[in-house]
């Protein structure tokens, strides 16, 4: 997972900023995108080993980004938070094989999960030679 990196996406410019900077502060290196076309269009699976998308963004929102990254045969792990969440769209997510966080989010709690998938994806990845 040497190299890999986080992408970020959220139309908010502020929760942007302030998300991506407690990722890069633990360790995380970022790729942030305000635009979810943007993103999606950027998406490169050799780099982007995390998506953390937002849910309700103008353009697309986090299921279609989630649904659009699963389309290039990723297997990405994605993350997706809102602060309006139901329960059709929360069973969605899981359905995918994705995750689900509220807001505001709970950094800590945002860490210790990609920190896990990192360490898993490295587990799988030793296993695997």
């Known amino acids: 997972m040497k190299n890999?990196?986080?992408?970020l996406i959220d139309d908010n410019r502020f929760t942007l900023n302030i998300v991506g900077k407690a990722l890069e502060m633990n360790g995380f290196p970022t790729r942030k995108f305000n635009?979810?076309?943007e993103a999606v269009a950027a998406y490169d699976p050799q780099i982007i080993a995390v998506v953390v998308t937002d849910y309700l963004m103008p353009s697309l929102n986090g299921l279609e980004v989630m649904h659009q990254i699963r389309q290039q045969k990723s297997d990405?792990?994605?993350?997706?938070?809102?602060?309006i969440p139901n329960e059709?769209?929360?069973?969605?997510?899981?359905?995918?094989?994705?995750?689900?966080?509220?807001?505001?989010?709970?950094?800590?709690?945002?860490?210790?999960?990609?920190?896990?998938?990192?360490?898993?994806?490295?587990?799988?990845?030793c296993v695997g030679n």
Do not use: C, R, T
């Open 4 to 7: 890999k990196h986080v992408m």
């Open 35 to 37: 635009d979810p076309k």
């Open 76 to 83: 990405a792990d994605i993350i997706v938070y809102s602060g």
């Open 88 to 125: 059709e769209m929360i069973q969605i997510v899981k359905e995918n094989n994705a995750h689900f966080f509220d807001k505001p989010l709970n950094f800590e709690l945002l860490i210790k999960k990609i920190e896990n998938i990192f360490a898993k994806n490295k587990e799988e990845k």
